[in-house]
T-cell receptor, first 112, second 115 residues
């Protein structure tokens, strides 16, 4: 069965520092992968997606992610974090019939 | 970009009453919408798949008679929580499937509090 693991429940980084959020997936075929961000009390906003092609994908708000098939990973990165990036981040893998399986999320705290 | 709205954003109701939550795709047609429930500090739990013009498909463990879903048009799906109880208090989020059939766009969520 498809699954997504986000190993880090909570990450704290200083403003201006680089960020990497980890995501590992389990999927039998070529995965379609997503990263979403959720601010408190809000819905989810799509940051970026990977369907095929270049394994390094660029998203909104300066985020990027790299698909590594050999490691079953799709880690999210940002070179310099801003205070407004503090939020909950979810990795997801498309499963079937339009559905996706979501990870448990990683809470990002940004220190001034 | 694709925009999905939800109404209301917050609702407080008394135990035993019913509450209806609307989910609309504003600038695209969505034959499929999803309803999720999210508890504090937790991930999204898929409740049901709403298909325009047909019955919703519920995930295992979700009471279909309690959570009524209607998808009467290509831009509107509604979730009615019937005979609500305090344990139904939660954050409910809808999403709409885009024409690619792989991407979902999410609504801003509805905070339901049952007193």
């Amino acid at each position: 069965a498809q699954s997504v693991t986000q190993p880090d429940i909570h990450i704290t980084v200083s403003e201006g520092a680089s960020l990497e959020l980890r995501c590992n997936y389990s999927y039998g075929a070529t995965p379609y992968l997503f990263w979403y961000v959720q601010s408190p009390g809000q819905g989810l906003q799509l940051l970026l997606k990977y369907f095929s092609g270049d394994t390094l994908v660029q998203g909104i708000k300066g985020f990027e992610a790299e698909f590594k098939r050999s490691q079953s990973s799709f880690n999210l990165r940002k070179p310099s974090v801003h205070w407004s990036d503090a939020a909950e981040y979810f990795c997801a893998v498309y499963t079937n019939a339009g559905k996706s399986t979501f990870g448990d999320g990683t809470t990002l705290t940004v220190k001034p | 970009g694709a925009v999905v709205s939800q109404h209301p954003s917050r609702v407080i109701c008394k135990s035993g009453t019913s509450v209806k939550i609307e989910c609309r795709s504003l600038d695209f047609q969505a034959t499929t919408m999803f309803w999720y429930r999210q508890f504090p500090k937790q991930s999204l739990m898929l409740m049901a798949t709403s298909n325009e013009g047909s019955k919703a498909t519920y995930e295992q463990g979700v009471e279909k008679d309690k959570f009524l879903i209607n998808h009467a048009s290509l831009t509107l799906s509604t979730l009615t929580v019937t005979s609500a109880h305090p344990e139904d208090s939660s954050f409910y989020i809808c999403s709409a499937l885009t024409s690619s059939r792989y991407e979902q766009y999410f609504g801003p969520g509805t905070r339901l509090t049952v007193t």
